[in-house]
């Protein structure tokens, strides 16, 4: 079993600033991708950001300059760090992996259960 468990939501004024984090464990081989997305209340599901087992990142032109992903030391954990907030950031946000688990030949999408982010004054 592979588990993503995220933190760091919560409730911030406009102009604040958030972390995010998401730990994955369970029997992982490898990950490649990780990422982060969110969903508004009836909205679809987007992309926020992503970055690559060698760093590369990715992300939304609605977060470019404002926020910053990053992965640790272990890199079965990834960062998102959400500055200059904004009304329209307000969302759950879901980590996301590509996963290869011990014994498995291929890499398959994991997600987080969410955090509630909710920028207001």
């Known amino acids: 079993q592979v588990q993503l468990v995220e933190s760091g939501g919560g409730l911030v004024q406009p102009g604040g600033s958030l972390r995010l984090s998401c730990a994955a464990s369970?029997?992982?081989?490898?990950?490649?991708?990780m990422g982060w997305y969110r969903q508004a209340p009836g909205k679809q599901r987007d992309l926020v950001a992503t970055i690559t087992d060698d760093g590369s990142t990715n992300f939304a032109n609605s977060v470019k300059g404002r926020f910053t992903i990053s992965r640790g030391n272990v890199k079965n954990t990834v960062y998102l760090q959400m500055n200059s907030l904004k009304p329209d950031d307000t969302a759950v946000y879901y980590c996301?992996?590509?996963?290869?688990?011990?014994?498995?030949?291929?890499?398959?999408?994991?997600w987080g259960q969410g955090t509630q982010v909710t920028v207001s004054s």
């Open positions: 996301n992996a590509g996963v290869r688990r011990l014994g498995y030949g291929r890499y398959l999408d994991y």
């Open positions: 369970g029997d992982i081989f490898s990950i490649d991708v």
